[in-house]
């Protein structure tokens, strides 16, 4: 740990994307909050790496992020260990389809947590850390936000709010925070909600024909970070241009 480090808390970072978002980060000099709730086996693998190439730049953090008074914890402790916040990545996300007859409370409540609920509140708390070090948040959102997916209505409704959050705090938390948004395409398969049954129509639905790297969704969350200082507000599609004809 280092005073002149920059710091970024990410959500959801033991696996998949959130992985290699922190693996990214890091190498590029970032000491790492990294939150997870139940894949700690996955979490302790990624961290001993970690830290074998730089001791003690990494905070475990587990949270339920449907728990609210677990939020500005994350933060709080961030603060506590590195003793600055530069950058939040809003990464965790539940997946599931909710056809109409079958949604229930609980599948809102769900959904809404880790995909809106969670990203406010956690901004909320690290926004004057980060007005205080010129940081930036980035969310990820899913084409799914401007472009339903079918039997999915609440997942698109919570991306929805989580696009429009991104831009509402964009304006909001400026001028000395830029918060944008990373939109994946097809660059890991889900393991759960959708069988893809469809993969291969799916990629072939792609101007770039092919399926697209979890560091391709790293390098654009680590360039709105590091280098896009003129951008805020924006969503950078990395879907190989899918969304071009969805």
């Not at 530069?86 to 809404?112: K, M, R």
């Amino acid at each position: 740990m280092a005073a002149d480090r920059p710091v970024a808390l990410i959500t959801g970072a033991a696996r998949r994307v959130g992985a290699r978002i922190a693996r990214l980060l890091h190498a590029r000099g970032f000491d790492l909050a990294l939150h997870h709730r139940n894949s700690s086996e996955d979490m302790a693998a990624l961290v001993a790496d970690l830290e074998a190439g730089r001791a003690d730049s990494c905070l475990v953090l587990q949270a339920e992020l449907g728990e609210f008074d677990r939020l500005p914890e994350l933060v709080a402790h961030t603060l506590g260990r590195f003793g600055r916040l530069d950058a939040l990545v809003n990464n965790a996300s539940a997946f599931y389809p909710t056809p109409v007859g079958g949604i229930t409370p609980q599948h809102w409540d769900e959904l809404f947590a880790s995909n809106a609920r969670a990203p406010l509140f956690l901004s909320q708390a690290a926004a004057p850390h980060l007005q205080s070090t010129g940081g930036a948040i980035v969310n990820l959102v899913d084409i799914y936000a401007e472009r339903p997916l079918a039997r999915h209505p609440v997942y698109c409704m919570a991306k929805a709010a989580l696009l429009a959050m991104t831009r509402s705090l964009a304006i909001e938390l400026g001028p000395e925070v830029r918060v944008n948004a990373v939109a994946p395409g097809a660059v890991m398969w889900p393991e759960s909600g959708k069988a893809y049954t469809d993969q291969q129509k799916l990629i072939d639905a792609t101007a770039l024909k092919r399926v697209g790297s979890p560091d391709d969704v790293a390098e654009a969350v680590r360039w709105l970070i590091q280098d896009g200082r003129y951008c805020t507000g924006e969503v950078i599609r990395v879907d190989g241009g899918r969304s071009l004809q969805i």
